[in-house]
């Protein structure tokens, strides 16, 4: 009987341990699969709301321009303001007040056509030099030829915000043209509507399927919201917001989806709708909290159902272990298979007590278990061919700064030297020149057999600072050549002198899964390659787009030159850039 009892004891210890490691691995594998479809879910809905309401306020604020360009293209409008810029100062005044109900009577048609319905409330119309001719409200100046948005109207139409003492109004620009105007023609005059953003606020303050945290917002290119907050009063155009979503729409132009802080510093689940070519980037999210909430819940349950069939197990094993013996053997067999990792291994009992429903339980535990496996088999296969994908080319285009070094006569100069010296000559060269660029906050692309490619990101608010920081870099580029000498000639390797050149302009950009930098290429990249033949030895040219920008810039010398590879007959342009202090 003591042997039939502690047999007993070592039948039920099995059975209990093999249904604690069966549901282990069940409820693990289930909890996770579950998380993973909890998480996706919440994302998916964040998706959505971000991209359903991001299209509508797309669709809105480009049918607002639109609907702005159908009253700048007016023919009465066109011929008043024409007429209004052909005549002499002391006709102006009066001419603009005898033209004031004829503007007045196109602006109150337009009105009754679509302005109601728009939120319309306010037009000013300036001439080609910014001289207000007409306005439906009062002003104090009358000369708009310094404003921003008149100077960003003479050349596109576009969409602004500007704050007030209620929250903000939306302003909608269009420049104005003559009515025979040809493609190229400078406009006549600029067109700025005053719109309320009644229908925006609609769409972003409507907190359906967002939770009890849950918020959708606008923030400007500026970093700044532009709609109110769920948890702070009065933040439009002050609260700044600097997170993740905002830094990749303006500088990468790409949406985000992920778990990052938010404005306030706390923790949220978001979405991001990019659309920095309308100055605006719309967030979508949730705290982390309440996303994670379901599956806490999840995770209690899961432990707690785990834990009564675990006991229950137990019990049931105590009351009937004494006629578990023989088929128990079998179970314990094939228990300590599966615990080897065969998977493949059936109880086959066929007796129709609780053993048999037991072993029927087991043996589709481990049918599970193998099912799982195989398919965890499968999705890294699935991993390893994604893997296989070394490049991948993005869908959109920045403006860069775009540089390149390029050693003379390097074949000449090298085809002397040993496979050692070779190596040692290009390091220095490539090394010396890639610390100069990181300190600048440049970003080394590839070299290109004995040229150095990196470029400048360029924002369009930190335009200006960038292409100085870029002269600034490729100068000292040059007049480290002493530096870089010294250096070769302490290595007894020959002194070279080498090219500089940098362009500006659009490029394309590619990913690869290898690196973290992205590779350029597109006509930017072509021109800095095409004129830097040109450069003079240890010396900087740039092309015309870069001059027509840096121009303004103080503390350099910019120079044109021609020659055989630069010139307006090859279709390029380029210019010798030193420093006002240097004297060559």
């Known amino acids: 009987m003591a042997i039939s009892f502690s047999l007993d004891k070592k039948l039920i210890l099995l059975v209990m341990v093999v249904s604690v490691i069966a549901l282990s691995i069940t409820a693990y594998l289930s909890f996770n699969y579950a998380d993973q479809i909890l998480r996706e879910r919440q994302g998916e809905q964040l998706f959505g709301e971000s991209r359903v309401r991001g299209d509508t306020l797309r669709l809105l604020l480009e049918s607002r321009i639109e609907q702005n360009k159908i009253l700048a293209n007016d023919p009465m409008i066109k011929i008043l303001v024409s007429d209004l810029n052909q005549v002499s100062d ?45 306005t439906l409200g009062r002003v104090s100046n009358t000369n708009f030829q310094n404003d921003p948005l008149f100077k960003k109207g003479l050349e596109k139409s576009f969409v602004d915000f500007e704050p007030t003492s209620t929250g903000k109004k939306m302003i909608v620009v269009s420049p104005i043209f003559a009515e025979d105007h040809k493609k190229g023609d400078e406009p006549i005059g600029v067109l700025i509507s005053r719109m309320r953003t009644t229908a925006i606020d609609n769409i972003l303050l409507n907190r359906s399927g967002l939770g009890e945290t849950g918020e959708v917002y606008m923030v400007n290119d500026g970093f700044l919201m532009l709609s109110e907050s769920r948890f702070i009063n009065d933040v439009i155009f002050k609260q700044k917001v600097d997170t993740v979503p905002v830094q990749k729409c303006f500088r990468e132009g790409e949406d985000h989806i992920g778990f990052y802080p938010d404005y306030r510093g706390i923790g949220i689940y978001g979405s991001s709708y990019c659309a920095a070519d309308l100055g605006f980037v719309m967030l979508a999210e949730i705290d982390e909290a309440e996303t994670i909430e379901p599956i806490l819940v999840l995770q209690d349950r899961i432990f707690q159902t785990g834990l009564l069939i675990t006991t229950g197990m137990a019990i049931i094993a105590f009351v009937i272990s004494r006629t578990l013996s023989k088929p128990l053997i079998k179970l314990k067999n094939a228990a300590n298979k599966v615990a080897e990792g065969n998977f493949d291994v059936r109880t086959n009992i066929t007796t129709s007590d609780e053993i048999g429903e037991l072993s029927h339980a087991f043996d589709s535990m481990a049918q599970k278990l193998q099912d799982s496996l195989i398919e965890i088999k499968q999705k890294e296969d699935v991993i390893k061919k994604q893997e296989d994908i070394l490049l991948q080319f993005s869908d959109y285009s920045e403006n860069y700064c775009v540089c390149m070094v390029d050693i003379m006569n390097s074949t000449k100069i090298t085809s002397d030297l040993s496979d050692t010296q070779t190596s040692e000559f290009y390091k220095i060269f490539l090394n010396s020149i890639a610390i100069i660029v990181r300190k600048f906050d440049g970003i080394v692309v590839k070299n290109i057999g004995d040229a150095l490619l990196f470029y400048f990101p360029v924002i369009y608010a930190e335009q200006k600072n960038t292409l100085k920081k870029c002269l600034d870099c490729c100068l000292t580029i040059s007049e480290s050549h002493d530096n870089i000498a010294n250096q070769l000639k302490k290595a007894k390797l020959p002194v070279f002198n080498y090219r500089i050149s940098a362009t500006y302009g659009i490029v394309r950009i590619a990913k690869t899964s290898t690196s973290s930098v992205n590779d350029i290429f597109g006509t930017t990249v072509n021109k800095c390659a095409k004129i830097n033949r040109a450069a003079p030895p240890n010396g900087l040219i740039i092309g ?23 010139s307006i007959a090859h279709g390029y342009k380029g210019y010798l850039v030193n420093r006002k202090n240097n004297k060559n």
Request: charged fraction near 30%; aromatic fraction near 14%; glycine fraction near 6%.
């Open 90 to 134: 002391e006709e102006f005044e009066n001419l603009k007040e005898s033209s004031r109900r004829a503007f007045l009577t196109q602006i109150q048609a337009f009105q009754e056509l679509v302005g109601f319905s728009i939120g319309f409330e306010d037009v000013k119309i300036m001439s080609a030099d910014g001289k207000l001719l007409f």
């Open 544 to 566: 015309q787009d870069f001059y027509n920008n840096a121009k303004s810039i103080d503390g350099f010398n910019f120079k044109e030159i021609v020659t055989d590879e630069v």
